[in-house]
């Protein structure tokens, strides 16, 4: 079984673009884990264009209440600035069961590509060290194809997050076995070295099956963009019932 982790910017986004309190990220938050979902994903940015640091707090605690994963994703070098403490403090406060490194730029749109182990594993691993020190599972965005995933290991982490945007778009052009073959090859470097593999990023209904198919032991998927907009026309409860099945279905 694969774990669906909903992630919740989309929602915050929606929120921050009228001001006041709705739609509520907390009350999301509770109805994706009463449909099954298994965990909340947020990605609180420098300039809190979406998820705050009060969401990460309260989702933390509702986690922590429902005893279900929390997993925060940021760039763990990111400075500190008015409003934004930094991820390593975020996460020493709210102390989530998963932080996924990622190495965007402040400005960056969304997640586009994985970390480079030559430039920036050295840096990595006394980071990594410390959110480990705080109780957190410790997993590392990287690109499909990258033949140093392994690196990743080596500088600490407990899994890798596969950046899956490459495989959507070649699945939605009708052509995504060369995709999913450099997904499932990159998996098996990871997990030979010991890393357990995670995935997001364009996954939705049409393609998640596909991709949990041909790659083996994917241990969750974290899913915003699309369920929520989903959600737009089945519901939010019913969407990520529809999520769940997916992920949790034998193979």
């Known amino acids: 079984m694969t774990a669906l982790s909903v992630n919740l910017n989309k929602v915050a986004v929606l929120r921050n673009s009228r001001g006041g309190h709705e739609p509520d990220v907390v009350r999301a938050g509770r109805t994706c884990l009463d449909a099954g979902a298994d965990g909340l994903t947020v990605h609180p940015r420098p300039d809190a264009r979406h998820i705050r640091t009060d969401d990460v707090e309260a989702l933390g605690a509702l986690c ?27 996460c020493s406060a709210v102390r989530p069961a998963q932080v996924t490194l990622v190495p965007d730029s402040d400005g960056q749109l969304t997640s586009d590509h994985g970390f ?8 990595l691993r006394p980071l990594i060290e410390a959110f480990k020190r705080l ?16 690196q990743a290991a080596a500088c600490g982490a407990d899994r ?10 070649a699945f939605a052009s009708g052509s995504p076995e060369a995709a999913l073959a450099a997904a499932a090859q990159t998996a ?16 939705n209904q049409a393609n998640l099956p596909a991709f949990l198919d041909a790659v083996p032991g994917v241990l969750e998927v974290s899913i915003g963009h699309a369920l929520i907009g989903d959600a737009l026309y089945a519901g939010l409860e019913a969407t990520v019932r529809a999520y769940c099945a997916i992920a949790h279905a034998k193979r």
């Open 160 to 169: 890798v997050e596969l950046y899956t945007g490459p495989y959507a778009q």
């Open 188 to 203: 098996r470097l990871a997990q030979a070295a010991g890393l357990g593999v995670n995935a997001g990023h364009d996954l």
């Open 116 to 123: 480079d182990f030559a430039r920036d594993g050295a840096a």
């Open 64 to 90: 922590r209440q429902r005893g279900m994963e929390f997993n925060i994703e940021g760039n763990p070098f990111a400075p500190p600035r008015p409003g934004y403490p930094g991820l390593l403090a975020l």
């Open 135 to 150: 109780g957190c599972r410790v997993s590392v965005f990287v690109d499909v194809g990258d033949p140093a995933v392994a």
